[in-house]
């Protein structure tokens, strides 16, 4: 199936509603969320049987910057800082507006969830991740994306919102340059359509479609794809046959750190902690610290596109406290041993190599020194028996690039207009990534989906409201 458009004339709906959602992962369902605070009838169409979504794999991890819950920890942060640390990141690529929209709205956004609808968020502060300057990464106990989606689909539920599972929108009803409604196909191949008076697009990226993958990001074409295998770019295809205006296409997440075979995140706490990688020769092949993301790419140009990332077990103590990594533990993807030579015996890896390794790793930490690769391993402290180890490979997470939406996540059109009742937000939108994996700083992929979420659903709804309200 796949998505098109159609013109609104001699269709039918079946039902109506004020506010329609495509896609129901964290940006949808804050979206709708916001909408019906704000007196909208809304609708949420999902194509699979549970709202999981492509955040249901992630770590569940929200940046913000001046909240409440950093003041509390004692975190020292503010929104100019956050926005400087994802220009920086991103090369100065994302639009400036866009960043300070996102950056704006994010902590009202989370401290809205806690206090509205009972998400016991709080800031993660034993770590840092690569390219922020202070502790912001906000999350749930689990520190799971699964449990973020749980929530909010509770939080949904609670607040009467219809959300109608195994649906899948396959085309748009089109009056001029208004959205009418939708085309919704069933397992079945039974088919619906639903009016609406504004839609709001929140059905991520193109990730799960190789062959824009191939068109768009040709070096990530054989990269596994750990996103959700509904992300086949509807929002991407329907923006172009409206005419809206798209950028950053070849932008996305990848990952560094994926457990192979297993299928599990491992957190880049073991990298940033102190830890390293190395191919299946026993040696380092690229700068670790630069990030997880463009960390992808990396791994998967060493030998059959896979590493073992190297830590111990302090490391392990802080990565424990994600679901993801307690559940690589059970599943025994995580090695363990008392020493070097046990490690490369229980890796496989070249014993010689891989103390070489080993070696140069703690000269470097203990004279602060810069390798090669341009890492700098000032301050990381020293690797102490037992030591642990987890093969891995590089994955593509989420497409990053999307439609350009203005600062109430309206669609713009190419000329600059707006497409009157079209909203974009998560992946469906544009990012604030830039180009490439390098300028993706932890956490935007979240960071856009709560930010413009919440921005769409009030200006959706916003719409049903007299003018003088």
């Known amino acids: 199936m796949s998505a098109s458009i159609r013109s609104v004339d001699g269709a039918s709906f079946e039902a109506s509603c004020e506010v329609l ?66 220009m920086a990141k991103a090369h100065g690529e994302p639009d400036q ?9 994010i902590g009202e956004a989370l401290e809205w969830l806690a206090d509205t609808h009972w998400l016991p968020l709080s800031v993660i502060d034993n770590f840092s991740y690569p390219g922020h300057s202070a502790y912001r990464m906000h999350g749930l106990p689990s520190r799971s994306g699964a449990e973020l989606m749980d929530r909010l689909r509770q939080a949904a539920e609670a ?91 070849s932008g996305h997440q990848g990952h560094g750190s994926v457990a192979h075979p297993h299928g599990i995140l491992i957190t880049w706490a073991t990298i940033t902690e102190g830890g390293f990688q190395v191919n299946l020769e026993g ?26 990332t190297i830590f111990d077990a302090r490391i392990a103590g802080i990565a424990r406290q994600f679901e993801d990594f307690r559940q690589a533990e059970a599943a025994g993807a995580i090695l363990a041993a008392d020493d070097i030579a046990q490690l490369a015996s229980a890796t496989r890896l070249p014993a010689e190599a891989l103390a070489e390794t080993f070696a140069e790793v703690e000269r470097l930490k203990e004279t602060g020194g810069v390798d090669g690769f341009r890492r700098s391993f000032a301050g990381a402290p020293a690797l102490v028996a037992p030591f642990c180890a987890v093969r891995v490979t590089g994955a593509l997470f989420h497409t990053q690039g999307g439609l350009v939406v203005d600062a109430e996540a309206r669609v713009v059109r190419e000329d600059g207009s707006l497409l009157p009742n079209l909203f974009a937000a998560g992946g469906a ?39 003088s309200g």
């Not at 495509?22 to 704000?38: D, F, H, P, S």
């Not at 770590?59 to 950093?70: E, K, S």
Request: glycine share 16%; aromatic share 6%; net charge neutral.
């Open 429 to 467: 939108a544009c990012g604030v990534s830039g180009a490439d994996a390098s300028g993706y700083l932890s956490g935007n992929g979240l960071l856009t989906a709560v930010a413009y979420g919440y921005i769409a659903g009030g200006a959706a709804a916003g719409r049903m409201q007299p003018a």
């Open 159 to 249: 607040a009467g919102i219809a959300i109608i599972t195994e649906a899948t929108a396959t085309a748009l009803f089109v009056d001029g340059g208004r959205v009418a409604g939708a085309e919704i196909t069933r397992p079945d191949g039974a088919v619906d359509r639903i009016g609406c008076e504004a839609l709001i697009l929140a059905s991520n990226g193109y990730g799960g479609d190789k062959g824009l993958v191939s068109a768009e990001i040709p070096g990530m074409a054989k990269a596994l794809y750990f996103g959700h295998p509904g992300n086949q770019g509807d929002a991407v295809k329907w923006g172009r046959a409206l005419g809206a205006r798209l950028r950053h296409l």
């Open 21 to 86: 959602v495509i896609g129901a992962g964290a940006a949808g369902l804050v979206a709708a969320l916001r909408a019906a605070e704000r007196g909208a009838d809304v609708v949420v169409l999902e194509r699979d049987a549970l709202p999981r979504g492509s955040t249901a794999l992630s770590a569940g991890l929200i940046p913000a910057a001046g909240t409440r819950f950093q003041t509390e920890a004692g975190i020292v942060d503010d929104r100019a800082l956050f926005a400087r640390d994802i």
């Open 97 to 105: 507006a866009a960043v300070d929209t996102v950056v704006g709205v």
């Open 283 to 308: 040696r380092r092949f690229a700068n670790e610290a630069r990030g997880y993301s463009e960390s992808a790419a990396a791994v998967i140009a060493q030998p059959e596109a896979l590493a073992f």
